[in-house]
C-alpha cells in the first residue's frame, strides 16, 4: 500500500524513486510495482524521446483501492479504540506524544 500511496502523491516518479522512498532496493521494488500494474492500480507512462524512461501513475482503480483501504482503517481503528474507556484513551494520547517528542 506504500507504494501504491507515494505514487498517488508523487505522480510521474520513477520506479528508483519508489524503491528509495520505502528504503528497499530496486531489485525488491519490481515485482511490487508490477504487481500494482498487473492488477491495475498503477500504469508505466514511456517517455516518448527515451524509452528507457518509465514513469509511474495512479489510475482509477488504484484511487478506489486506496478509498476503501481508507475506510476499512478507520473502522478498524474505531474497533480498536471504541474498547477504550476515556481516561484511557486519554492515556493512550499522552503515552503516544511523549515518545515522539
Known sequence: ???????????????????????????????LINRLIKAKHLKRIYNPDDRRVIKLEITESGIKKLETESIEMRKRMGELFGKLTQDELKEYIRLHQKILA
Open 1 to 31: 500500500m506504500d507504494a501504491l500511496i507515494f505514487i498517488s502523491q508523487n505522480p510521474g516518479k520513477q520506479m528508483k524513486d519508489v524503491a528509495a522512498y520505502m528504503e528497499i532496493s530496486l531489485a525488491a521494488a519490481t515485482p
